[in-house]
């Protein structure tokens, strides 16, 4: 796991402020190279190769790279292809392999990834993502100049961007940003399961797909039960011991009480002993996942430990936490994720964690109805019953409860499109859509989400599509990344292995929702794996009280950025603002923590970065 950075056609006089920017990802090594009118960087955190063989930039013949990932299977690649590598670092792997099969390797790597590879001959440099989008890979390009980055905080510190108003206003309605948008002008991430090719002459750049998760959809089949769950087994399995033997540091385990991270705990027990595991503990009971999680580490005898996390550290910690995504950023699960992987640093350097299987498997509520029904041939009538019933009904007021589930059902049931999917999943600022200064226009996810509509897909299939497609590397994967890096810690994710991720969309919707029960297939290879106790618990996860904070330990610097904001009154209007603070008895409780969390993420990024930049 590293940094990576490089320009074309930019003069580099003295980047030793780059370091600094992207040290966190890669402290043991910064190394650069340049050779015409390319710069490449490279921030190494050390974990396969330890030795001065595994140091980038690297150089083969005409080609030089530099990486951000790991390669799990790059020792079988070698093999394979019989590359007479001098090393064994999977990015020398990486290098001898595009010589010999070009853009083909992409398909066979397991792994996570962003590289940037140099043809010296032909003067073109690849960029390539890997197919969940884990690693990210920023590109900002004008008429003459392009420049990459693993993270945006290094290029809005290298390059004097200026704020796309647009995406800042989507993101508000969203909750996160969506496809290649970012909150600067020029800027954008280059689509999981893309790779980009620039001609460094002509500064042309083509972005194509490698990688699509539709098409193994389509191969949706009938499989037997007993085949099904002992080929999800054997990939899962495989997939951990992958992650674990490609390091040369000890790995680690993040534990929660729920069935993803419980069952890469005990695979990775089973290959490693005595294995390390970390888990969040709250003082509020509603949220604290450690009795659950505790029930697994005693089963499989876990060196664990339980991150008590202080409220009281909050108030200085926030603003920090939440500038480090170099973007807005509401999901506030990644404050309990920072902590975990801040406490797990001081014991390693790797860790596992369960990210994927909720999108793969069908671990969300939301999932439930998607599999009985077809919202979106649901006659007028239904729908304006269902409208009719939502506004007669009170808000609920405990977010876990059945009540809660059936109220956003009947709101799903009552929209379509677009509205329908925002509501079943961020649910920002969803019926309070009158509170922004203007309509903000969402065509890209519009579109997509009707594509899907019009795939021919069941329902579900398409839900957790566009899951996978959008939430999962727009938000939960980025929360990962920066959580974890932040720290110069590797998160590794057995679930989004090759062989899973190609997998899972062709099982069939019954073994992914099995009446009412989400992620049946999972919960059925727990039984062999789990404490029955954790089996039968909903899904959690780094879930936070919210609401507590907002109201208490969070209370004073929400209300010092949004009492006199210098953003956000710009797409939110200013007494829909003045009322969210202070009359807190007007909204829902959970909602208005959400919507003021949103509007405090996006007023922090902008003093704390943007505005500095």
Known sequence: MCGIFGTVNWPHDSPAHLGDSLLHRGPDEQREWRKDNIYLFHARLAIQDLSPGGRQPMTHGIYTIVFNGEIYNHKQLRQRYNLNCQSSSDTETLLYLYERIGLRMLDELDGMFAFALYNDKTHTLLLARDR??????????????????????????????????LTLARFLRVGFLYGQETPYVGVTELPAGHFAEI??????????????????????????????????????????????????????????????????????AQFKPGIRSFTVSFANGEYDEAPLARLVADRYQTRHTEVQLSFG????????????????????????????AQAAKQHLTVILNGDGADELFGGYRR???????????????VKRGANVLYRSLPYPKDKKSRYNFAYRMLDM??????????SATTDVFENYTDAFCQPIPLTDLANSLAGLQASGLSALQQIQIADFQAILPGDLLIKMDIATMAHSLEGRSP?????????APTLPDSLKIHGTTTKYLLRQLAQKYLPQKLIDQPKRGFEVPLKQWIDNELKSVVYDYLVQPQIVDRYVRRDFITRLIGQPTKFP?????????????????????????
């Open 495 to 503: 679930f989004l292995a090759k062989d899973l991720v190609e997998l």
């Open 313 to 340: 550290r909050l108030q200085d910690d926030i603003e920090h936490i939440i500038a480090g995504y170099g973007e807005p950023f509401m999901d506030s699960s990644a404050i309990p994720s920072y902590y975990v």
């Open 199 to 268: 001609n460094c002459r002509t500064m042309t750049v083509t972005v194509s797909s490698w990688w699509t998760i539709m098409d193994f959809a389509r191969q949706m089949h009938s499989i037997p039960e007993a085949e099904a769950l002992e080929n999800v087994d054997t990939c899962l399995q495989e997939a951990v011991r992958r992650r674990i033997d490609s390091s040369d540091l000890e790995v680690g385990v993040f534990l929660s009480g729920g069935i993803d991270s419980g069952l890469v705990t005990a695979m990775a």
């Open 589 to 613: 409780a959970e909602k208005r923590a959400k919507m003021l969390y949103s509007l405090f993420a996006m007023e922090v990024w902008y003093r704390k970065i943007a505005r500095n930049g």
């Open 413 to 422: 049931a009552r929209k379509s499109g677009l509205e329908r999917y925002l």
């Open 132 to 165: 969940a989008g884990e690693k990210p890979l920023y590109l900002y390009q004008n008429s003459h100049q392009l420049a990459f980055s693993s993270e945006l905080n290094a290029l809005s510190a290298y390059l004097p961007l200026s704020i796309n108003e």
């Open 367 to 381: 999932y439930v109805p998607a599999a009985r029904f077809d919202f979106n041939n649901f006659p007028g009538i």
